[in-house]
């Protein structure tokens, strides 16, 4: 469940802040980050090659689309950086992009290279297995509604309670609900659809032959991938914040209808297609963009890693090998990376957070000319 099963099946080398962060560093150290990050991809694609879990894992790379001049120069920016981290990002348009994938909503895009597509359930159901392979025991339906940290950790489940030596929470967007970070966390609710399977037809009209994981440019962004059994799954163009904090209950008929509209305007020939299936789920945002993965500040062994900003599917792969060498008491050759220690900035108490998370969307998406 959460954003383990439901998220959009996009497995990014990145996270949101990384190319702000890369602009203010030198090119080499950058690059040291990005490596970093890519071992989460080598951890799925071992869990794929030695382990068997099939999650429809393809590396094809992905490319950023972009339609005002606007989110140009920003892929521009973008390609500027990557290159000099030595990563062969590149711009393309024209009859290249076509070649890629036909649509007229968009005239230029960033290629690159790293970007993979995946079945997150699959992902998650076999990741669960490996687990249990090695003497690992899941409880499933054993709902926290209480943790007192200490010496050893009281939690508390609706049907009992137990006192562990050392505690994780990779509970992303769901942390607030147990009154931790509940002021520096923003959880953050988006929704995904899946066409029925495509026509031979169809895939031939769209032209989308390399199977490229696709996403715009815009601030409230939409991200496209196809499926192995031939179906488009299409997240995004809203990120719903429910007051409290509360998470998503799967279900906002606007946002999905404003999902499958945003679908046809981006492929035409799909006019008319049918949607089989709609879910949703929440991510948790940080204000930095930025995730934190450590120890709880008052309490050394409590340990989190969370605040993934929609990129969660390969950096939470890096944030577990972090956090077992962690449990270990061992700092690890990652534990240098900005994204570990620390606590996320403050984000402001209720009803202030509301008010601002609204204000700021609407902010920015008029900023970025897009309202």
């Known amino acids: 469940y959460g954003a383990s099963g439901r998220n959009g099946g996009f497995a990014d080398v990145t996270y949101m802040g990384f190319l702000e962060f890369a602009a203010s560093q030198p090119p080499e150290i950058a690059r040291r980050v990005y490596d970093a990050i890519g071992t989460g991809m080598a951890a799925i694609q071992r869990l794929v090659s030695e382990d068997g879990v099939d999650c429809e894992l393809e590396r094809n790379g992905g490319l950023r689309l972009a339609s005002t001049d606007a989110q140009v120069e920003g892929l521009e920016r973008a390609e500027k950086l990557l290159r000099k ?32 597509i995946l079945h997150p359930g699959k992902l998650a159901r076999g990741m669960a297995r490996v687990a249990e392979s090695l003497g690992v025991q899941i409880h499933e339906a054993s ?25 994780v929470l990779a509970t992303n967007g769901y942390t607030p609900q147990l009154g931790i ?15 029925e399977p495509l026509s031979r037809a169809q895939w031939d009209a769209l032209g989308w032959s390399h199977r490229h994981a696709l996403s715009d440019a815009r601030v409230l962004f939409m991200y496209l991938r196809p499926t192995a059994d031939g179906r488009i799954v299409a997240g995004g163009e809203t990120a719903s914040y429910y007051t409290g904090g509360l998470p998503s209950s799967g279900n906002n008929a606007p946002a999905i209808a404003k999902l499958e509209r945003s679908l046809v305007e981006t492929f035409p020939a799909l006019e008319g297609v ?14 930095d963009y930025t995730p934190r993965i450590g120890p709880l500040r008052d309490a050394p062994n409590c340990f989190a890693g969370l605040g993934y900003c929609g990129e969660g599917v390969v950096m939470s792969q890096v944030g577990g090998r ?20 620390g606590r996320p900035p403050w984000v402001g108490p209720e009803p202030f957070r509301t008010l601002g998370v609204k204000a700021m969307e609407r902010a920015l998406v008029t900023l970025a000319g897009e309202g």
């Open 85 to 116: 981290m030595e990563i062969p990002a590149r711009l393309v348009d024209g009859a290249e992009l076509r070649s890629l994938v036909r649509t007229e909503r968009f005239h230029s895009a960033l290629l690159v290279p790293d970007t993979g």
């Open 143 to 167: 709902r926290v509604v209480r943790i007192e940290p200490g010496t050893k950790v009281r939690i508390t489940t609706e049907l009992g309670r137990l006192d562990a030596a050392q505690l």
């Open 181 to 195: 970070y509940r002021n520096r966390l923003i959880p953050l609710c988006n929704y995904v659809v899946a066409t």
């Open 274 to 287: 049918r949607f089989a299936h709609t879910w949703g789920g929440t991510m948790a945002f940080t204000r």
């Open 322 to 341: 972090i956090l077992a060498a962690m449990l270990d008491g061992e700092g690890g050759e990652l534990a240098a990376l900005p994204f570990v220690g």
